[in-house]
């Protein structure tokens, strides 16, 4: 996988005042120190590209929606796991952090559930880049890294 991903339209491009989008660099310091987690992080990381890469190039819906459809799985499946993991380590946050899955799910699937109706998928790129990775793994995740035993 790559280091290096493009967001070629979803929000930060157009925040920094650029049209051309910007690659936002893969860290060591997005690493939490459990291996799955890490593998879900990154995996959500490269399939919300992919999406972005889709929306930008124009691709039909039968290519984008799939794809749409599966990342809110993939998002389910890694909240369940890391709520585990948080469990399970004894992290005292644990409680409050399944909140604010329990509100990025909800934001999710109405989006999703909009963009299958036909709405502009950019919407969800957006979401993902700044509700899931930029507010909630770079945020909200870090204060749990490095408590974690894979
Ligand atoms: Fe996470
Ligand atoms: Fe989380």
């Known amino acids: 996988m790559s280091e290096s991903i493009f967001w070629p339209r979803a929000g930060l491009g157009n925040v920094m005042g650029s049209s051309g989008g910007i690659r936002v660099q893969w860290r060591s310091e997005f690493e939490s120190g459990h291996p799955v ?14 999406l972005a890469d889709r929306v930008e190039l124009g691709r039909p819906r039968t290519e984008i929606d799939p794809l749409v459809a599966e990342i809110l799985e993939e998002i389910e499946a890694h909240f369940a796991t890391e709520e585990d993991a948080l469990q399970r380590a004894g992290y005292n946050g644990t409680a ?49 890294f490095g408590r974690l035993n894979g």
């Open 37 to 50: 987690i890490d593998a879900q992080h990154r995996a959500l990381w490269s399939l919300a590209n992919e």
């Open 96 to 144: 409050k952090h399944a909140d604010l899955h329990q509100d990025l799910l909800s934001e999710a699937r109405d989006l999703v559930s909009s963009t299958r109706d036909g709405g502009e998928p950019s919407y969800f790129c957006d979401f993902l880049v700044f509700g899931l990775i930029v507010g909630h793994i770079l945020g909200e995740d870090r204060k749990y």
